[in-house]
Every structure is written in structure tokens, then in C-alpha cells.
């Protein structure tokens, strides 16, 4: 492979890692951005453990996916999951 075409497919690389990285960030975020539940208060305990649970999902599937992808570009087929 010639170097500008390994040069090429390294940026891939890091903008997908980039890319992932903010959308995990703005994933957190969300699950944050309702602030803190009163202890005393049931229902408001139980939404925001959901909305924690569900972000880190998504920042599971965000970094899972990122990595699945990186993998090709870089050529390694092997699954870390």
C-alpha cells in the first residue's frame, strides 16, 4: 500500500474514533441533563436510572459500533465483543 493511501485510511480511522468519541460524549449528556433525582421521591429515582441505563447503551453501542468499524478500515475482521 502506498504511504498516501495508508496516510488516507489512518485519518479514516481517527475521524470515525472522533466522531464516536462525541457521539458518546453528547450520549452521556443526555442521561445527565435532567439533574439529580430526589432521594425521597420513587418514580423520579426509577426515571433516572432508566435514562442512565439507556444512555449507557447507547454509549455501548456507539463505542462498540466505532470499534466493529475501525476494525475493517484497518483490515482485522476479529470481534472484540
Do not use: C
Not at 449528556?29 to 421521591?41: C, F, N, V
Request: charged share 40%; glycine share 10%.
Amino acid at each position: 500500500m502506498r504511504e498516501e493511501e495508508e496516510l488516507g485510511r489512518l485519518r479514516r480511522v481517527v475521524d470515525r474514533l472522533i466522531e464516536a468519541q462525541q457521539e458518546a460524549l453528547d450520549a452521556t449528556a443526555r442521561g445527565l441533563d435532567s439533574g439529580e433525582a430526589d432521594p425521597e421521591d420513587d418514580v423520579q429515582l426509577l426515571e433516572a436510572n432508566e435514562r442512565l441505563e439507556e444512555a449507557l447503551v447507547d454509549v455501548r453501542d456507539i463505542l462498540e459500533g466505532a470499534s466493529d468499524d475501525v476494525r475493517g478500515m484497518l483490515g482485522d475482521g476479529g470481534s472484540a465483543a
